[in-house]
């Protein structure tokens, strides 16, 4: 509700109260004209002063009464203010000197002195206001016996327990009140002074106007409550960080937010007053089915209403979100309905978040293809009789743990998104390609038979193998199996086509691995030749030396292949650094300090070479210890490595690639001859004696 409209509850709340008081004044004064009536007839028979009394006392219910209404008519700037007035108004109503007005809570047992007429306290900075109950004299007697305390007594000298709230002494006649609202003491009025005695009438007409006044007090307590409350709840929906549509019972918009403003792109002036189906535009985000309309079903249900999930909002503007929203019905305090609140937020990205789980729930991160969860569900889903012949295509790809091995997994991640394209590219729209696990694959063909299927295979293979990465060629191993009647079991025919599988990998094996070590070994020669000739003249070293040391010829024979393959692992460098550079950067020398780690990744990678792996890992070791990858130190390096060592070093020098650690028209055996710490000194002494009986 607006803070307008809950003012004008409040002045009708007043008016209200006026008028009831009214009708009390019409009916009092009435029962007063009758009253002088029967006075006026009885005249006769009753004294002067009987009369007197009687129309003292109707003199004071109509001065009680003018209280009253000016009570309720006349706007006090605060309690205290309304408080004083009745006081003042009161000490005239009793004939009183002096008086006070307490508030009390009986569940603490404590006063609040709230107004004191002049005089009745001493003078001090800050009186005592508070005042339990065991401390309270004969003023506290009202409270204590629950019932009006009168003492028409002189006192010459009044004891502690005879004072007023603040010390000051009761001297003449006193009187206490206790005044009860729903049968709890909500306060005390005590008045004193009064030359005659106090009696039942200054009770009765006390009880009276504090009734009403304490009753005023309360409803512009709960008034003023009321307000603030509803102005703070207005306040919320406003400021809220969801948007909020008021709307009418007649459907017509009340209020917009700011947020709701924004997003419906309509101003709360311009919208205030139109159907809300007119600003506040839902619609399904499957537009073949139709939205739930929260607030017309709020309306007719008269129960809040959710909407989760699948609601679009279109603004003005023609954009659209994606909403969660609620509708609830606005009750008065007579339980009427008389609006509704919708209450929406934007939930656009936890939309598309949901459509992300959802999507990654049913496929392959990496590739796009679904994933094995998906696949397991889909075999029992399309295994019924109208998919048969049903046929399951199992593929393991070769070559992609050489892949990660030798380039690193990014490029093991390339050659698996490059069978999945070739996968999507031969299979049709309605087949079921899925990653089985790291490298394996499952199509699932429903109404495909054998054959189709390994036509089916037989492309993919061609296909994939004209791919490939760095120089690994695409190839994969294939098996297929085909379900035909009802009877057989569809994971039986999934365990055969992996059988299958995995016979066509054991015979694809050798094949696969020859041709990937020809082309790591031929790429390598294309990209830098002098690394051709590099490799066959080591090769050849390693080999005469063998036979000058009268070595064994299966010795001999893997001496020749380390001195072959010992730079095998620049393969993974870039073209640059296999080209002759002196200048070398701190970087590039650690890049190419990897190439013996990666030769022996890829050596390993095949059971002929497996053997020569240590030999390639450890070539660049020094007799000192000061080499690389490991340090090694003397025998610790391998007898071939030592070996390749000797010969790599010596063909460099002949091909002037460590020219610049030459001396001047030096020749490279002499150069070889002064190197210290390392190489092997016996290998080296029996490579020197090789060179040197070399014919001229």
Wanted: overall charge negative; proline content about 3%; some cysteine.
């Amino acid at each position: 509700m607006e803070p307008a409209a809950a003012s004008m509850l409040l002045i009708l709340g007043l008016f209200s109260a006026v008028g009831t008081l009214a009708v009390l004044l019409v009916r009092s004064n009435k029962k007063l004209q009758k009253s002088n009536e029967e006075t006026r007839s009885s005249k006769d028979s009753r004294g002067k002063t009987d009369q007197e009394k009687l129309i003292k006392k109707q003199e004071k219910m109509l001065f009680r009464n003018k209280i009253l209404v000016n009570v309720l008519s006349k706007n006090f700037r605060n309690e205290k203010k309304q408080l004083d007035y009745v006081l003042h108004e009161a000490l005239k109503l009793t004939e009183s000197k002096v008086g006070y007005i307490c508030f009390y809570n009986e569940k603490k047992q404590e006063f609040t002195l709230k107004t004191w007429s002049k005089g009745m306290i001493q003078e001090v900075e800050v009186p005592k206001l508070i005042y339990r109950l065991e401390e309270a004299g004969v003023w506290g007697e009202a409270v204590r016996q629950r019932k009006p305390i009168i003492l028409n007594i002189a006192v010459v000298e009044p004891s502690a327990g005879q004072e007023f709230p603040g010390g000051q002494k009761i001297a003449g006649n006193f009187i206490a009140i206790p005044i009860f609202i729903d049968e709890k003491i909500k306060a005390t009025v005590g008045f004193a002074g009064k030359e005659d005695r106090y009696d039942d009438n200054d009770v009765d007409e006390m009880t009276v106007l504090m009734n009403g006044v304490l009753t005023n007090l309360e409803r512009r307590i709960m008034q003023k409550k009321l307000f603030e409350e509803r102005s703070k709840y207005f306040q919320t929906l406003i400021s809220i960080g969801d948007g909020v549509m008021v709307v009418d019972p007649a459907g017509k918009i009340e209020m917009l937010n700011q947020v709701a403003q924004q997003l419906t792109g309509w101003a709360d002036e311009e919208a205030r007053g139109k159907h809300y189906t007119e600003v506040f535009v839902l619609s399904h985000e499957d537009h073949r089915q139709e939205i739930i309309d929260p607030i017309f079903t709020a309306m007719k249900t008269d129960q809040t209403q959710e909407l989760r999930n699948h609601a679009v909002l279109t603004a003005k503007d023609g954009s659209v979100f994606h909403l969660e929203d609620s509708a609830a019905p606005i009750k008065n305090e007579k339980g009427e309905t008389v609006g509704i609140v919708l209450v929406f937020r934007d939930v656009s990205e936890k939309n598309e978040q949901r459509k992300e789980i959802e999507y990654l729930s049913f496929h392959d991160a990496l590739t796009g293809l679904y994933n094995r969860r998906f696949l397991e569900e889909e075999l029992l889903r399309l295994d019924i009789e109208k998919n048969l012949p049903i046929s399951i295509i199992m593929g393991d790809v070769n070559g992609l743990k050489l892949t990660n091995d030798i380039f690193g997994h990014a490029h093991g991640d390339v050659f698996l998104k490059k069978i999945a394209e070739v996968m999507r590219r031969v299979c049709r729209a309605d087949d079921i390609i899925a990653r089985w696990g790291g490298d394996e694959f499952v199509i699932l063909l429903p109404k495909t038979t054998v054959e189709q299927a390994k036509q089916i295979k037989k492309r993919i293979k061609t296909e994939f193998a004209r791919d490939g990465v760095q120089v690994i060629k695409g190839n994969i191993s294939l098996g297929c199996d085909v379900k035909t009647s009802v009877d057989q079991s569809i994971m039986e025919c999934l365990d055969s086509a992996e059988e299958k599988m995995y016979a066509a990998k054991i015979l694809e094996r050798d094949d696969f691995k020859s041709s990937t070590l020809d082309s790591i070994i031929t790429t390598l020669q294309s990209d830098c030749p002098q690394e051709e000739e590099h490799a066959q003249r080591v090769s050849q070293w390693c080999h005469d030396l063998g036979v000058t040391m009268e070595l064994p010829h299966v010795k001999i024979r893997r001496m020749k292949l380390a001195g072959y393959f010992h730079d095998i692992g620049k393969i993974v460098l870039h073209k640059d650094l296999l080209e002759e550079n002196s200048e070398r950067t701190a970087e590039e020398i650690s890049e190419i300090k990897k190439h013996p780690i990666m030769g022996y990744r890829i050596l390993n990678a095949f059971d002929d070479t497996m053997s020569l792996a240590d030999a390639v890992l450890h070539h660049h070791e020094r007799w000192d210890g000061s080499g690389y990858p490991k340090g090694l130190k003397g025998e610790e390096i391998p007898f071939l490595a030592r070996v390749v060592a000797v010969a790599n070093y010596y063909d460099r020098l002949l091909s002037a690639k460590e020219g610049e650690a030459l001396e001047k028209n030096q020749h490279p055996l002499i150069h070889l001859e002064k190197i210290e710490g390392r190489f092997d000194p016996e290998i080296k002494r029996e490579f020197i004696n090789m060179i040197k009986n070399i014919p001229s």
